[in-house]
């Protein structure tokens, strides 16, 4: 390919021709493009990865990523020499250092500028950022937890939030977020948990599917991480090998990945760290081109997860250095390298003019992302960087933002047991006088924030910068919501540590009121600086530090004491519950989690949350979520001395009303296998308060090729219900939701009988039938339908109400 080193005119770039369709500009724009400028598409400079500002001693400096104090202490080019023939990502100008809307606006801006000037072409970056549980910059609203949002069972609610995030990125300039992570739960024990959003994969597809569909709605490109496996660790550690078979990872794994992609037309793909079975996932064609590309049809960016490049040298040792790591990665599918420029740098160039690697693998990778760089916008012809971003106010914590990170935060909270002191309030409770509010979550807001918030992610380094947002503790939201009641508040005991002194003194707390409420759970970090998130795995499923022997000697005080575990993860809490006056749990609510804890405590909130991961009876026997074949399952008692069933199965929610699901009708008891049929079932509100339930649906394939789940959740939807109100729950099944990799490694639907189960939780399944799906067996694909659509239907009369139906 010929191309001219001189700089055309500025009137003289035809890719900015806004008449011509995105890829016509796109082949323009490589064609006038050297191998150099190509190559610089591939990469990125982190700024803000110097690491010379922090406040704290460069020892207690946390890192944000993992090794970033290595590659930052390695003396990385200016951003000027990184960009001398253009660049593909600004990397988190934003969210490095804590920065006010204005501060980060000009250094966005100045950041421009310098690429612009490298850039022969005036082709702009890209900028990206994090935005997990909002966008993470100083000063923006901390929503809940994605695992939070799993226990909401809503995926229009998180289609809002996702909105919200992304018009407050787009109005700063930001192009693409990291988010959301689809890895489906493996094991509790990893520290990530809290960052997914549960252990089923429909339900992960369909909250992730929404996030992409709000998040890119409001013009910012999501990226689906983390491709693939990287839940499933050996023993729960950070970066750990994987030793999956092909069958688990296309049926558990990769739906949810696959569905974001074939639903919400996601933008962008991140790599895992882990190898599978020892192969590297950023090292492997067969994921990224062949699966991913060829049979999947995605058409976006791959890009690594930050250094996953350079780890396939320096970590997995299946390159000699970096150049060859980057050969690898460029051959397997990785279009764009992250945070920085180290893989994909001269060492590529060098290869293409030896003739050891083809260029044309230069111009697919280029040419994806410029593409992207077309389609946003950024080679039009009127693009400047002062016009990327919003003019006058930006506002990143408005009271919009607010109110949806409060309905999140108040839909997210999962009763587990109202026990005898649930709710708080009410005219059949005595009133209360003196409450002992204890814990090491009860005073600290940190608490409910996930490890990607930044007063937790950064401001660590900045000790004096505060947490940059309002935010209530518990203790404070409960002041509020008792008014009138004396609350007594004792920490007790930190979350990690071993520190005892102050457990005495909650113990007397507790025995001078009426009523204890326990706040135990985890206080989120970043490798090893906390016990929920990023590199803080556990050893096993008890409470982190002393807290339970807190509670322990909490219980031995006679004093009725309500437990709130706030985590990222679910904590094995056999040992308690049949002594507990209530049980409730919050998975990282974010900063308006206060409140909804508070609320759901007294009564003023009905709680309506469901388990988007089971909560263990014991510390050990992991990993053990719901999708366990029979002899994975309670089927298998006698087998093995461990006890496998949960203390709360997944799905599982109580509330402060009651609901009934019954009176099932299928509308064919045989459909051919590439048919469909429906299960309605009628739900009524049998209490005396309004409230939500979430109906599932689960299917059991009663004889397969392969050893298969016992049950797999097809379908749900959360209803909202007057007293005595019903409606009819109507799931429209198609015989693609049945399919499953047979034995020769092909997606198949197959005839035979499935059993049909619907109820509000995995364990809790009264209805139940029978289809008979007759026929041939029938391979699918990427073609297959994915979702399962739910209607609803008022039920009105007192005929409906009594039962009416077969």
């Known amino acids: 390919m010929t191309t001219s080193t001189s700089a055309p005119a500025a009137g003289d770039r035809p890719w900015q021709h806004t008449a011509l369709t995105a890829e016509q500009r796109t082949d323009l724009l490589l064609q006038a493009m050297t191998l150099e400028e190509k190559v610089a598409q591939l990469g990125s400079r982190w700024a803000g990865n110097d690491m010379a500002d922090v406040e704290v001693p460069a020892e207690e400096a946390i890192n944000v990523a993992p090794m970033q104090d290595v590659f930052a202490a390695g003396g990385s080019l200016s951003l ?3 960009s001398r023939h253009g660049l593909g990502h600004l990397t988190r100008v934003w969210g490095s250092v804590p920065v006010t809307v204005e501060e980060g606006t000009a250094e966005l801006i100045r950041q421009h500028e310098v690429v612009l000037e490298g850039s022969r072409l005036g082709v702009p970056a890209l900028v990206h950022e994090e935005c997990l549980t909002g966008f993470t910059t100083y000063g923006a609203t901390v929503y809940p937890t994605a695992l939070a949002w799993g226990a909401t069972f809503d995926p229009a609610l998180v289609e809002r ?16 977020g990291l988010s959301p992570v689809l890895d489906v739960v493996r094991d509790y024990r990893w520290g990530r948990v809290e960052e997914t959003i549960g252990e089923d994969p429909y339900l992960v597809a369909m909250l992730g599917s929404a996030y992409v569909r709000g998040l890119q709605g409001a013009g910012v490109l999501a990226t689906l991480k983390h491709f693939a496996g990287y839940s499933a660790s050996r023993a729960a550690r950070n970066h750990g090998p994987v030793s999956m078979g092909r069958r688990e990872l296309l049926d558990i794994i990769l739906p949810t990945f696959e569905t974001a992609i074939a639903t919400a037309g996601a933008s962008s793909v991140m790599s895992s760290y882990s190898d599978i079975d020892g192969l590297p996932a950023g090292a492997d064609p067969w994921l990224f081109t062949k699966l991913l590309r060829d049979e999947w049809g995605f058409t976006g960016t791959v890009v690594s997860d930050y250094w996953a490049v350079p780890f396939l040298a320096t970590m997995h040792h299946v390159a000699a250095d970096t150049d060859g790591a980057g050969v690898l990665a460029l051959t397997a599918g990785t279009d764009v390298e992250l945070p920085d420029t180290i893989g994909f740098g001269p060492g590529l160039v060098e290869r293409v003019r030896s003739g050891e690697l083809s260029e044309d693998l230069v111009d697919r990778a280029a040419r994806r992302l410029l593409l992207q760089k077309v389609e946003l916008g950024l080679l039009d012809p009127d693009w400047t960087p002062k016009g990327s971003v919003q003019q006058g106010d930006v506002d990143l914590d408005s009271s919009d933002n607010r109110a949806i990170a409060r309905e999140l935060a108040e839909r997210s909270v999962v009763l587990l047991d109202a026990g005898s002191a649930l709710p708080l309030l009410g005219e059949d409770r005595p009133a209360l006088q003196r409450v002992a509010v204890v814990g090491p979550c009860s005073g600290d807001p940190k608490t409910f924030m996930g490890c990607y918030a930044f007063p937790n992610h950064v401001l660590p380094r900045y000790p004096d910068r505060g947490l940059g947002i309002d935010v209530q503790s518990a203790v404070d939201a409960l002041r509020q919501e008792l008014e009138g009641v004396e609350l007594v508040h004792e920490q007790g005991c930190t979350v990690l540590g071993q520190d005892r002194s102050g457990i005495a003194a909650a113990v007397e707390a507790a025995r001078g009121a009426e009523l204890c409420i326990a706040y135990v759970g985890d206080l989120s970090g970043l490798f090893g600086h906390g016990s929920s998130g990023e590199g803080c795995d556990a050893e096993d499923l008890r409470l982190p530090g002393v807290q339970a022997d807190l509670l322990a000697q909490l219980l031995d005080t006679g004093t009725p004491v309500v437990v709130v575990v706030v985590s990222g993860r679910p904590y094995a809490l056999g040992d308690f519950a049949d002594r507990l006056a209530g049980l409730v749990q919050a998975f990282i609510p974010g900063q308006e989690g206060g409140g909804a804890i508070a609320g759901v405590l ?3 909130l009905v709680p309506g949350g469901k388990l988007p991961v089971q909560i263990p009876r014991h510390v050990g026997g992991q990993p053990g979520t719901y999708l366990q074949p029979a002899l994975g399952s309670v089927e298998s008692a006698g087998i093995s001395g461990l006890d496998v069933v949960p203390l709360y199965p997944f799905g599982f929610g109580s509330s402060y009303t009651t609901f009934e699901v019954d009176d099932l009708r299928l509308s064919a008891t045989e459909v051919p296998t590439d048919g469909e049929f429906t299960a309605t079932v009628r739900l009524r509100n049998t209490g005396a308060r309004a409230g939500d339930e979430v109906v ?30 019903a409606v009819e729950v109507t799931f429209r099944v198609h015989t693609d939701r049945t399919a499953y990799t047979g034995a020769d490694l092909v997606r198949i639907v197959e005839p035979g009988d499935l059993e049909v189960l619907v109820g509000t939780s995995s364990a809790d399944l009264p209805c139940r039938g029978t289809v008979r799906l007759t026929g041939d067996v029938r391979a699918v694909g990427h073609d297959r ?10 039920i009105t009369g007192e005929a409906s109400r009594a039962g009416g139906g077969a």
């Open 80 to 82: 000027e020499d990184a």
């Open 161 to 176: 939030m996702a909105a919200a995030i992304g018009r407050d990125m787009a109005a700063v300039g930001v192009h693409q």
């Open 602 to 604: 007294s009564g003023r």
């Open 696 to 725: 599932q649906l689960y299917l059991h394939d009663l004889v397969a090729q392969v050893a298969r789940p016992l049950k797999l959740l097809t379908g749900f939807a959360r209803v909202s219900l007057e007293p005595s109100e």
């Open 785 to 794: 339908t994915m979702v399962t659509p739910v209607d609803l239907t008022p």
